[in-house]
């Protein structure tokens, strides 16, 4: 995503580490994940910084679970001899200034080699530096927008690689909204579309990449208008939305203000679609509009639960008792701790034993670019960019007060 946040990978490289979370913990899992004593002499720490509160915390707990179970399996199988692994959890509140503060901190301690993370784009704008200064890899399964990988000037086919040190499991904007494009144009047959978005990297770079596809096809825009996040009153925009003569709303940003523009425009008697991206594909977005049937929103990837590899991961983490649903990046996070675990394990069997120092953050940085294995989103490996090689997306529709499968597929564009 987004939106989306943060999740951070610690590694203790001597000895074991007593951690504390930041945030409430869920479920039956803790800072110190379990799993069979496998004698390690060396104790990996997967730290997550998500949004552990406030409003997009349905994601975030989704995210530090996911990663959570990672680790535990990594634990019970001993997938790399000699290295256990343990996570410790940041909260972010979903803003750049306590992620910016959380990186700060994490690349402070020596210990830490890796992170996944963070959720949203705006929090990943203020993390990069700070980790690529210091060799720190992260793994995002959330990010979407597109400059992180690819710099400024992406759109305009100057493609520039910012950070070693960044990837991601999630597929960019320059595929999401384009195909949320594509979907409303050739499939629902909307042909005048209101555009809104949140300011925010995320939103702003999803609504901006869905416009140019839309007008590409022929389509065209009722209006435009942004909004702040915080806003939960939308009177003004409900009625330009009215007499604007839309056929449907494309929302760039994420569910909390979201769900509430939706329900004020049904309210309103606008009986037309709300699309966004994956920020409003929670069940928290159904929850704060009871009247959201119909509404669509497109999200990365596949469905996790039609996925046969995902069954065990569906199946492990009910098994694991989490009070939180894993929700939109549950699979991507576990993969983006498999990822850190995997790159971990490469470097064990060439080098014999974890480097210590800044080597040991180059040498696990060098080893994610080059994984490749089959995750529970599918197969999981980066291109030059750090970006997923897996371009796979989703329209979900709301059905019932739930999200459905509307159609799956790659962007042909």
Known sequence: MRHRSAVVVSIAVIGALSLTACGSRGGKSGDNAGGKDNNASTTVVIGVDA???GDLSALGLGIRNSVDLAVKKANETNEVPGVKFEIKALDDTGKPAPGQQNATQLVADDKVLGVVGPLNSSVAQSMQQIFDDKNLVEISPANTGVALSQGEKWASGD?????KSYFRTATTDAVQGPFAAQFLYNDAKKTKVFLIDDQ???GAGLAATFKGEFTKLGGTLAGEEHVNP???DFAAIVTKVKSSGADAVYYGGEYPAAGPLSLQLKEAGVNIPLMGGDGIQSADFIKLNPKSQGDFATAVGLPVESLDTAKKFIADY?????KDAYETYGGYSYDSAWAIIQ??????KD??????GADARTAVRDAVQQVSFDGVTGKVSFDEFGDTTNKQLTVYTVKDGK?????????SG
């Open 51 to 53: 949004p552990l509160t």
């Open 343 to 348: 790159a971990v394990k490469n470097v064990v």
């Open 403 to 411: 999200w459905a499968v509307e159609k799956s597929g790659t962007f």
């Open 351 to 356: 080098k014999g034993k974890l480097p210590t």
């Open 200 to 202: 925010k990297t995320y």
């Open 318 to 322: 009910k098994t694991a008792g989490y």
């Open 159 to 163: 493609k520039k690689r910012p950070f």
């Open 230 to 232: 915080d806003d939960r």
